[in-house]
């Protein structure tokens, strides 16, 4: 089984390959302002120095969000773009549900201004927030800062999503509250 994984929702790409049963990943050098300038060169790099083409791709994975509100849409416009040519399946991933362990956490990313996206764990419930420093500050659980893209983490939880059938045809992006345009405009993107 071959799976290409991507996650542009932070400063840095991140993508993992799974060849068969061997993992490969790349962590790009630019930053978050030219994801869509060379997403696709890093894909054909990493296909090509393992031997394979986007074709020999059997699963996708993407994570969703939340996170840079432009590169969450470049992510997932391609691995919608490259599922939807070869008729394949994506498993979606949130940043954050990847750093998510068995044991009752809250997993932060931060979004500037002591404000925090936030994966809060308590069971088997995982609930989504928007919170500040003070509102974090109340929960008496492990607190995780999530601070740079981790593609082995993303692997992981995309190939336990292929197994178990968490599975859809086009993926959406997944933002814990609105864009700034839509806060301003009132119209949801």
């Known amino acids: 089984m071959n799976v290409l994984c991507l996650d542009t929702s932070g400063e840095k790409i991140a993508i993992g390959l799974v060849k068969g049963g061997e993992k490969f990943t790349f962590v790009s ?15 054909d790099n990493i296909l090509s120095q393992n031997g394979l083409k986007i ?9 969703t969000g939340p996170g840079s509100f ?5 992510g997932v416009a391609t691995t919608n773009s490259f599922a939807m040519a070869l008729g394949k399946q ?9 750093v998510l362990g068995e044991e ?25 927030l928007a919170l500040n420093e003070s509102e ?3 929960y008496s659980v492990n607190k995780i800062e999530l601070t740079q893209a981790v593609p082995e983490l ?27 345009a839509e806060r301003e405009t009132g119209i949801d993107a």
């Open 55 to 63: 074709s020999d791709i059997d699963y996708f994975g993407v994570v």
């Open 29 to 43: 050098e630019e930053g978050s302002k030219k994801h869509n300038c060379v997403l696709l060169t890093h894909i």
């Open 104 to 128: 009752d956490a809250i997993v932060m990313l931060d979004c500037k201004h002591g404000n925090y996206y936030c994966a809060v764990k308590t069971g088997d419930k995982i609930e989504y």
């Open 90 to 98: 994506i498993a979606e991933v949130t940043s954050l549900e990847q």
């Open 154 to 180: 993303l692997i992981e939880k995309t190939l336990e999503k292929i197994k178990s059938n968490q599975l859809t045809s086009q993926a959406k992006p997944f933002y814990i509250k609105k864009s700034s």
């Open 136 to 138: 974090i500050a109340q």
């Open 70 to 74: 432009t590169g969450i849409r470049v």
